[in-house]
């Protein structure tokens, strides 16, 4: 029997964990092969694939990133080229499905969030056995209680808000820091309550301007003259929309937020003339070695996933 395995979306700490988690269970456990499709969908797309041996997951564990490539902008049932300098799509999920059955490949197992999982429910609806793991540092998807990735991410996140606590203090300022999390607060509220924040504004529950105010010069007139404010980029304020960085058309969620963290800046800075500074860890959230939880997690995805094939 043959396996084959992808990785979508975003990077996200302990996808290679997965990945490993896979090759060893199939390999050791089922004596089944295990093909490796590079780059997501794009390498289903263009039959891009490579077999995954043990000595190719040895030692993948404890890095970012994944071995196989990822991309967030490949959808095989509405694939653009450029053609002319003008954007054409075509439904080339027969190719993909053809693509499947000429390497030889018994199931597939796609690692992702709820874009890539979408895709792979698509190609079952086309008779493509399918298993789904999910992968997200947001801790968004339906139905999981936890997502590997979500863990280093708040690790990291809380690292940065013990950093940012000791400029804030001397400098008597009050400090933004933007998280990552889409329309989703987890990371906002773990993060900002293991790092001792001040206020914690997630997309849940839109924020009051008057409110977040009150709360900065309440400390202040009880002798604390910093504040340390975490915002999760979908946060929006009462009567409000999220703040859109900029859109990318061929993704699976168009819309990239990013920039509440200035907004609340400016504002905190205009109300109450303290010195306001803004830091977003972006990217950072999802790179560097996953924890030790993300770790055993991700494993046991993967080889849950064989058992599952088998």
Known sequence: MKIGMLTGGGDCPGLNAVIRGVVKTAVQQYKMDVLGIIDGYYGLVNNKVRGLSLEDVSGIMPRGGTILGTTNICDPFHYFAVVNGKKVYNDVSDKVVENIKNNGIDAMIAIGGDGTLAIAYEFFKKG???VGIPKTID???FA??????????????????DKIHTTAESH????????????????????????????ILIPEIPF????????????????????IIVVAEGAKPKGGDVVVK?????????????GIGNRVGDEIERMTGI????????????????SPFDRILATRFGAEAVNLIA
């Open 128 to 130: 493509v056995p399918v």
């Open 139 to 141: 801790n968004d998807l």
């Open 144 to 161: 999981t209680d936890v997502t590997f990735g979500f863990d280093t991410a708040i690790l990291t996140a809380t690292d940065a808000i």
């Open 172 to 199: 008597h300022r009050a400090m933004i820091i933007e998280v990552m999390g889409r329309n989703a607060g987890w990371i906002a509220l773990h993060s900002g309550i293991a790092g001792g924040a001040h206020i």
């Open 208 to 227: 009051d301007y008057d409110a977040v105010i009150k709360k900065i010069n309440e400390r202040k007139e009880n002798g604390k003259h910093f504040s």
């Open 246 to 258: 900029r859109i990318v058309e061929d993704g699976a969620e168009p819309r990239r937020l990013g």
């Open 275 to 290: 010195e306001t500074r803004v830091t977003t860890l972006g990217h950072i959230q999802r790179g560097g070695s996953p």
